[in-house]
């Protein structure tokens, strides 16, 4: 069975551009939640979806949205991208609560 | 704001020798969770350890949690020069997210 996938893996954007990263939870998981992680330190929670409604939101800007498909996959949206914004960002399957999977994660970086 | 903070920051050790790291948290938990992370990519899931739990074992893993004193520890045995990453622990919160600390990074020498 493939893990959880994200793509692209690597992403350069100016700022003020927008971003899109996907995200294909392993099978039979409905839950995928969004991680933000800057060099040297831990990930921070961005968003939490399961069964298409959103369960979680983290402290971030409005300028970050996510949505969750009915095939369980999910997109998260940046607008206005700031160069802050460049990180590691990272996508978690669950069956519940718990015992995330995590994928490989997209580096973003703005300039 | 992170919820967990592990200690050491940075931990570096000899091959076959034993690593401890260690994780306080500030409130209620339901459960904790135990990640590593190999050069900056996704996290594996090591160990999960609910409130009502005191010890648990993963070959040559062992995590304790004391609520009493809102901490928790991961110890492993027998290091190798594989187990170099960077470790995490993590907390359930109210918003159905995990908390992270910042990690402890763990280079094993050979």
């Known amino acids: 069975d493939a893990g959880v996938t994200q793509s692209p893996t690597h992403l350069i954007k100016t700022r003020g551009q927008h971003v899109t990263l996907r995200c294909s939870p392993i099978?039979?998981?409905?839950?995928v939640s969004w991680y933000q992680q800057v060099l040297g330190q831990g990930p921070q929670f961005i968003f939490q979806?399961?069964?298409?409604?959103?369960?979680g939101r983290g402290n971030f800007p409005d300028r970050f949205s996510a949505r969750q498909f009915p095939n369980y996959s999910s997109e998260l949206n940046v607008n206005a991208l700031l160069l802050g914004d460049s990180a590691l960002y990272l996508c978690?399957?669950?069956?519940?609560?718990?015992?995330?999977?995590f994928g490989s994660g997209t580096r973003l970086t703005v300039v | 704001s992170q919820q967990g903070e592990e200690d050491p920051q940075a931990l570096s050790i000899q091959e076959g020798e034993n690593a401890t790291m260690n994780c306080s948290y500030k409130t209620s938990i339901n459960n904790l969770q135990w990640y590593r992370q190999n050069s900056g990519r996704g996290l594996v899931h090591l160990i999960l350890?609910?409130?009502?739990?005191r010890e648990k074992h993963s070959g040559r893993l062992r995590v304790t949690l004391d609520t009493s004193k809102k901490s928790s520890s991961l110890l492993i045995t027998a290091s190798r020069a594989a187990d170099t990453a960077s470790y995490f622990c993590?907390?359930?919160?109210?918003?159905?997210?995990?908390?992270f600390g910042a990690g402890t990074r763990l280079t094993v020498k050979p």
């Open positions: 099978s039979g998981h409905k839950s």
């Open positions: 979806y399961y069964e298409k409604e959103e369960r």
């Open positions: 978690a399957s669950s069956v519940s609560r718990g015992g995330y999977t």
């Open positions: 350890i609910r409130s009502n739990e």
């Open positions: 993590a907390t359930d919160w109210y918003n159905n997210d995990m908390r």
